[in-house]
């Protein structure tokens, strides 16, 4: 059995319990589904939890490139795709962390430069315990599939990938 790692790594954030947090998780559990169907899933691991931990930290090594999904609530709609770099900036907690703080963590454990990051961020506009999904973050988690789609097949075009 092999223990190979994937080149790429897709960490997803957020809470099915809280409305349009569930924007990460949902977004994993469709990419799973296609990644099947597609079948390229061994070039994917995907991480589902309800926060960015320093331990994810980890989950960089060996990797060609990795992507952090989440909902924004202050986001430009419908999502933003942007580049992730490392950010040392304190914050006030070791919880819930930033993906650029992952990235610094991982240089600061490594001793070198993460891989390549990107930041998917849809934006969402309800975040209440024991709500569904809003209309508007529904229309958002579609635009965003499309986007995640073509990342995820760009990557494996690239010199390095699948």
């Known amino acids: 059995m092999s223990t190979a790692i994937a080149p790429f790594v897709i960490l997803a954030c957020g809470n099915p319990s809280r409305g349009d947090d569930a924007l990460g998780p949902l977004l994993l559990e469709r990419l799973a589904g296609w990644l099947e169907a597609e079948r390229i899933s061994e070039s994917f691991d995907l991480i589902e939890d309800f ?43 070791t919880h819930a962390i930033t993906p650029g703080a992952v990235l610094a963590v991982y240089r600061r454990i490594v001793g070198g430069a993460p891989p390549p990051a990107s930041i998917l ?34 990557l494996l075009v690239q010199p390095g990938g699948n």
């Open 51 to 93: 926060q960015l931990q320093i331990e994810h930290a980890l989950d960089l090594t060996g990797r060609q490139a990795a992507l952090f999904i989440d909902a924004g609530q202050d986001t430009p709609a419908p999502y933003t795709l942007t580049t992730g770099f490392p950010d040392d900036t304190p914050g006030h907690s």
């Open 121 to 154: 961020c849809v934006r969402g506009e309800s975040y209440e315990l024991g709500e569904g999904l809003s209309v508007a973050a529904s229309e958002r988690l579609e635009l965003a599939w499309l986007a995640l789609q073509q990342y995820c097949r760009d």
